[in-house]
């Protein structure tokens, strides 16, 4: 697979952390429940932690190394050599902590970034609701001003994590505006709150990953407002941006572990069709990485992520389904013949795990909309 090396400094910096990955060998679990890869995550995301391995291109003083978008594509890329395991708080730590830093307040700042990166916060989305998922703006969960803060009541869903979260970074109206991405504020919400009802989700898989939110009268004090009033919008679109670059690279590099696997495969076991569809599965894994390194390069010189993250998050989640439907054909006979071995127990869970990340993050069809409209210049579709 392609490997990022920019400038001695890059190489360097890769090179030292091979030497850490070799004395603090990543965890090792055969058990693939969701309770287990959430203690896992969180033990190993403190461990990275601890060393400044996490969030390498925030600023020194909220505990990053002070480099750029490359060093932390190199992080990335030395945990899946490994075949390590997810940490658990990526949303805050690719999400919200550059949300922050780029619009916080100094005190949100130093209260929030250092518990994001060592896992001792976990965060979620409350973005999503049962009328509002790809049609954002049309959110209507709303906080009422009053003295000292806001009563926030309405309803999320698809929220990852939320029954395990301590924080959730909530879209909702604090006024009506003509248009209605007006009148939106971005509010960091308390999960122990008095208030919220979490509901978990039974998806496809088996996992209840996914989980409803409820607010009821939930108080949110005012220093929890990101910017002011009504720039909930830019803000959201600007978690969005880093979820659909920085995030989905994450994603990418992780797929990739099951690629290779695949790679290991016997070949005069495989079809020639199926042969076939493994080299586009290789082919899609050089382009996607390819893609983003072009956009990571970009970011490196401290411009923010834009519309191209479509075309990053769009190829990866198509690619990703594809090679997970490859993978599911190749062990077929096995799970017919009622063989449910670990190899293909692990096979057919992200096979139905794949099928939500052409959802997630934006639909493939919304993001074909914003390539179109924002990056070709296309009309709007009516």
């Excluded at 009148?183 to 978990?200: A, F």
Aim: net charge neutral; with cysteine; proline share 4%.
């Amino acid at each position: 697979m392609l490997k990022l090396s920019v400038s001695k400094q890059s190489d360097d910096f890769r090179a030292e952390f091979r030497a850490w990955l070799a004395a603090h060998p990543r965890p090792a679990s055969d058990d693939t429940s969701l309770d287990k890869f959430e203690q896992v995550g969180r033990e190993w995301q403190r461990t990275l932690a601890s060393a400044t391995w996490l969030g390498t291109h925030w600023p020194r003083e909220y505990g990053g190394r002070g480099l750029s978008l490359v060093e932390e594509a190199i992080v990335q890329e030395e945990l899946v050599r490994v075949s390590a395991p997810q940490i658990l708080g990526l949303f805050g730590l690719t999400m919200v902590g550059p949300v922050l830093i780029a619009h916080g307040s100094a005190e949100q700042k130093t209260r929030y970034l250092s518990k994001i990166l060592s896992g001792e916060e976990i965060w979620c989305q409350g973005f999503s609701e049962p009328g509002a998922g790809s049609d954002l703006a049309a959110v209507k969960a709303r906080a009422v001003p009053v003295e000292g803060g806001y009563y926030l009541t309405g309803q999320k869903i698809w929220t990852s994590f939320a029954h395990c979260a301590d924080w959730c970074f909530v879209l909702c109206r604090t006024a009506d505006g003509v248009k209605k991405h007006e009148g939106l504020s971005y509010l960091l919400v308390p999960m122990n709150s008095k208030g919220i009802t979490t509901r978990p989700l039974k998806q496809i898989s088996g996992d209840s990953e996914f989980n409803e939110v409820f607010f009821d009268d939930v108080f949110v004090p005012s220093e929890n407002l990101v910017g002011k009033e009504g720039e909930g919008w830019k803000i959201a679109i600007s978690t969005l941006m880093y979820e659909r670059v920085v995030l989905t690279f994450s994603r990418q590099l992780q797929s990739e572990v099951a690629l290779r696997a695949m790679l290991k495969t016997n070949s005069s076991a495989m079809s020639p069709v199926q042969r076939a569809e493994l080299a586009r599965c290789v082919i899609d894994a050089c382009a996607s990485r390819a893609l983003a390194y072009k956009h990571l390069m970009t970011y490196a010189d401290d411009k923010a992520p834009g519309p191209e993250g479509s075309l990053d998050k769009l190829l990866w989640s198509e690619s990703f389904q594809r090679l997970c439907s490859l993978a599911t054909s190749m062990v077929g006979v096995e799970a017919a013949l009622g063989e449910m071995n670990q190899k293909v127990g692990a096979v057919l869970h992200r096979y139905l795990y794949s099928r939500g990340r052409t959802i997630a993050a934006g639909t493939s069809e919304i993001q074909r909309s914003i390539i179109a409209e924002r990056l070709l210049g296309l009309p709007r579709s009516l």
